[in-house]
């Protein structure tokens, strides 16, 4: 017998539970996409992409993932042999480093670890020591999706801006834009890239540059951009198929005018806050199992953890164990520990990442959790007992006030 | 703000959680009816249907809603004129007697509220008074969507046997079949009806009769049958519309085979058990809130409730003010007390209802669980603290015997 | 190699083709029965079906296919030992004559083969001829699907007023709602009856009843009618469930509503042009193919042909031969001549027929007759040239004028 | 009134008509993207893109356009301020010239026109006259979509071979995969590049890089290439995020898969004739009307042709004019004219393309010109009698035989 036979829950961090919504409006006919409904309804989805980033400037929509718009920004911004620093508390730093290294551009990389966010002094001292102003651009993550801490994007801002540096400062937002508070114009980011598959609830397949005038004026500098990853005629088209670089995402940009109409309904500010109060829930729980037992989250203090995703650790090979009853007996599905790993467990058996993100409500969140219960009792994994009923009291809380 | 915005959780007692299999087979043009796949894949059907009522006997489907064959079981075999026992335990055993008073048969029922199952030995009292063997079929509801209280079948079965009454024994298995074991063979059951909407996890919209020879030798017997409540022609059709008199539901019978398809690949016993691990969950998680508050369970004695729905009582009026905070904070809907009311709650504003059949897994049960015990909180309402932690307990258990 | 390798088109007299919206409508969770959103919207569904049948008259929603509210209709009106008159034009009269006398009522037929319409004057010396009144009603099929035969109904209103006959008109407008022209009051009609699968666009599943204020008031005089088939609640009902008598058919009304709103979109009166045109140009291209060749199309006045259906002869066995070639090689699904034999035929294989009702426009109509056209040619069944040329110059004319 | 409301179809030169197939097992859940189902799933889809490709190479899938296919073929094989030669016979071969001088590659173009294929004479002579071996690859593009025209690409292999110039062979078969005959492997083609969105029948976001041993070699010897057009990795994976660098595109993939599911089951040999079937009978009906008015198709002699796309010109404004009257009344949308201009036309009014690649049967096809015909005679353009019908006749012929 299993008790998974259900609507199974992905509780990964990324691609997210994609709203019916969406999935419905990907299931039409193909369009025509040189004239009709589909051009003007493009013209409407920047705005409302504008509006979940909080900026006034201006967006690029690219075919591509994650990866694909890491390259995009870099190469609007920064020449081959020109030179990046990279602060990284996690494993997506240095995966942005290496696409900048696969382009030619020198990566100067900070290691935090993964259990801390950005140190701006660390970051200070790095800019004050290239007085040649050779670094161009300081590549944040904003929450790394591995290690699940957030970092604070505005004091960077405020580093370089007393440095009087003129470095670009970009920001990742591929696992927080639409979970975790994010404001690109009162923070001061140039460049943010973000995708589609995470709190923007749109399958995978979509990725997003937004940028603001000061990066625009080094795009204009560049010698040469890529044509594919050109922003210009993208953010600017004369004729529709520049928005895309030829053939555009049909359905994609049907689920995406989706997700964003529920976006917009509930409102960013009620996104965030929902967002927080979930993952307050999982952190109580968490919490509770913990007194009592192995089980750990990897960021220690809950200002550095991100809204959206909970690494954790158990111990080899539990994480594997509780991630394997959880799927096969619950219908939860658990992320697996990414970047993680221990001398003793090379290959991260010991670690499990919560992920939640973008269409995610308190049954949702409560059902993983009560699994997550199940399965540490099953498996006579110890633990803290009443971890899901703290975190039904976080929920009680959260709504009343 | 509102932690409801993620996929919705319809907790009522059905139409239950419909699966993406069951939708996905839905979403198709509209076939050939008269010659091709459609005829021969809805001839693969009576066997499924056959495997999940246990029963070698016959089945008639009907494009109708439960109480559309309520009123064909009886069409089949009972005259106008004729008589009827109904032992009633809720809402459903009044609402078949008042169909069968529609048809001009006399309905004699035996009310035993909505706490207990019926009662054996009431029925064979009823029947021994019978001398004359008016009573031409006793109607059982096997478990009652309302009271959620479930009834043994067999004995009814029993007593006619021992008095040698030739009383058809009918079953009502709307709420039950695919959830609660039913056997219809071995119970001695003559004709059970159920729906689509429940159990066999398919929009409503399609009724069924399943009958054995006992039943269909009466049906040979009457002297009229309304020509779209015949079984004959259904059961044993000769050309392909006789199936269903006329037009075929061909989009509801995609997701009907889409739905036998996952019954049989989990087995029915499975299913059984599955569906007994998850109550068992829920009355544990009650038991604990009714430890310290004011939360009662309608069945006391579990052996007398259903796997598929379980009513509780709060008092008026937090049974209406949970079900809309859930609804309205947690995205879950859970269903209102039908047929309950007291004195001073003509309206049964102090009743709701758990629905837990079909589609339902642990993830979906716990956290339902979840929101309910933190809209308890937010609402103020007393109950005792670790519902949802011991209901994951229950769970942990299952799974490891 | 076979160039049926794309979307199979079709084109039997219903079911016919789903629009895209109707299923998208249908691929939706499973909602709240019992408040919300689904009662809100069943309400909004009345006065269009009211606009749909150009009545004023209430309507009754039916779980159930057209077999099943032929048998409603009678239900409400018509008691047994009483008996009904039904001039028949085709296989769909006698199929309704069943059913009266499956419920015990007498039917007269009138028998008007299989090439004509109803003929006034027949009825009015049956009716002239039932002095005592014991007629209670006339069923006329508005258009019959087996013989493609359109009957005018005004007429037969007359016919009654003259009379000064108390017998109820009834209509079966399964074949022909919102396909061809209906004015349910303007045409003196007391009881209309069709299906959800049809002109409606909807998977079949669903029948609706529709009655004025005399076919009520018979019904108030009725000694009782079975409580499934009762139009009152339905119709007028106090709580949400008795709309449907039980449980809502949830996934067709979602279904119905979309359907509804194409054709409140598109306009009655539009929707009866498109249609005319549409069979038009059908038989233009039957016309030039007849010329030189065995194809005759089964209703000889183009005045008393539907424009919804039209039955063709091609002599036995190319009616087949033809339906399986266009099957196997074109990608349309012709209908099988349904009630049509000869003598060197007993099973019809001359005969098929053109469904063209519904979700149909001149690509889909001329795209058919280019198939069959097409077959006629490769299976070298003689037959005039260029019948699609000269059905696409109708469709020329249609547009301009 | 309209004769449009119906299916629409789309008739454009791509994307194609998606099958109903392809969007069904896009509505689906978000998958894990680390284990189980999904990862298994993609290793199925090599095997049978090779299939399509005639090759025994390898493929690299990129989440891009057919304009980042164009990108990443170049990426991995010229070294910016190499040299590219780039016959040109429509608008194609300019746009991924355009693309190379982007990525600071010199594209050496031999402007054909847009009226014949490629002369392999000019290419010897451009390869002869290339001593040093400069030019790295030559780009031709098999079909262009523009205009129509399909060029010989084993030629093109036979003069590489004669000069014996190293120069890599590479072709664009996004107009023509699954549709045009195309054999990589015997042609001698080193790189190809297609999309999903034609032959395919998968929405638009996926690109494909199938490429040879040779075109390999020349990969490993590069100073450097993108890490996102990198297709060493993605031909090649350890892990499975490799092979999209990043997060899998996962719905698109669904939908591939069953793309190919249907590619496999009619067989490629079969739907490349299903094609040219198709491709004759719109030239019949063209032939048709071009004897007695103005129109005519780009490509004179058929040999030249595409089976996938057909241009052709009207005269100015009545491209336009046909084309609105066809998508407004009678369904059908026809493509633009694109890059197609005369001087007293200078925005390509009198031309548009007829679009016949990928899910497209005899009934698409001859419904797509019985409305044109249509078209022609309600606008009074004047045209040949009986296209439609010349047809209908070539199909009959091409089952036959």
Redesign the interface.
């Known amino acids: 017998?299993?008790?998974?036979?259900?609507?199974?829950?992905?509780a990964?961090p990324?691609?997210?539970?994609?709203?019916?919504a969406v999935?419905?409006a990907?299931?039409?006919?193909?369009?025509?996409?040189?004239?009709g409904a589909l051009p003007e309804m493009v013209a409407t989805l920047i705005p409302d992409l504008r509006y979940v980033a909080r900026t006034s400037g201006q967006v690029a929509i690219y075919?591509?993932?994650?990866?694909?718009v890491w390259?995009a920004a870099l190469a609007n911004t920064v020449a081959p042999g020109e030179k990046v620093l990279v602060p990284a508390c996690g494993r997506f730093a240095y995966?942005w480093a290496?696409?900048a290294e696969?382009?030619?551009i020198e990566a100067d990389i900070l290691d935090h670890g993964i259990k801390t966010p950005i140190d701006p002094e660390r970051v200070r001292a790095a800019l004050a020591a290239d007085k040649n102003h050779e670094i161009k651009a300081v590549l944040a993550v904003h929450v790394d999706t591995s290690s699940s801490v957030r970092s604070e994007i505005a004091p960077l801002r405020a580093v370089l801006d007393e440095l009087g540096h003129p470095a670009l400062l970009m920001a990742d937002c591929i696992a927080s834009l639409g979970c975790d508070r994010f404001e690109m114009d009162a923070w001061g980011v140039d460049v943010m890239i973000t995708?589609s598959?995470k709190g923007l609830m749109t399958?995978?397949?979509l990725g997003f540059v937004f940028f603001n005038d000061r990066a625009d004026a080094v795009r204009k500098s560049m010698p040469?951009?890529?044509?594919?990853w050109?922003w210009s005629p993208r953010a600017n088209p004369e004729v529709f198929y520049q928005y895309?670089?030829?053939?555009?995402?049909?359905?994609?940009l049907f689920g995406l005018r989706a997700a964003l109409d529920?976006i917009k309904s509930?409102g960013i500010e009620?996104?965030w806050?929902?967002h927080e109060?979930?993952a307050r829930a999982i952190w109580a729980a968490c919490d509770v199992w913990a007194d009592g037992g192995p089980l750990t989250l990897n960021i220690a203090d809950p200002v550095n953890r991100s809204h959206a995703v909970t690494a954790a650790r158990l111990g080899a090979p539990n994480g594997s164990r509780l991630r394997e009853?959880t799927d096969k007996?619950?219908?939860?599905?658990l992320?697996?520990g990414l970047g993680m790993s221990e001398p003793d467990d090379p290959n991260g058996t010991g670690f499990f990442r919560f992920g939640h993100m973008g269409?995610?409500?308190?049954?949702?969140?409560?059902?993983?959790?009560?699994?997550v219960?199940?399965?540490?009792?099953?498996l006579e994994i110890p633990h803290g007992?009443?971890?899901?009923?703290a975190?039904?009291?976080v929920?009680?809380?959260?709504?009343?006030t």
Chains 1, 2, 3, 4 share one sequence.
């Open positions: 017998m299993t008790l998974s036979n259900g609507r199974q829950y992905l990964i990324g691609p997210s539970v994609m709203p019916d999935l419905q990907m299931h039409q006919a193909a369009p025509n996409i040189y004239e075919i591509a993932n994650g990866h694909g390259e995966g290496d696409m696969g382009m030619g995708g598959q399958p995978p397949g040469r951009v890529s044509r594919y050109d895309f670089d030829g053939t555009a995402p049909t359905h994609h529920m509930e009620a996104i806050q929902r109060s979930l009853w007996n619950g219908g939860v599905t992320g697996i269409h995610v409500n308190a049954h949702m969140i409560l059902g993983m959790l009560g699994v219960e199940a399965g540490l009792g099953a007992q009443g971890g899901v009923s975190a039904a009291s929920i009680s809380q959260s709504v009343q």
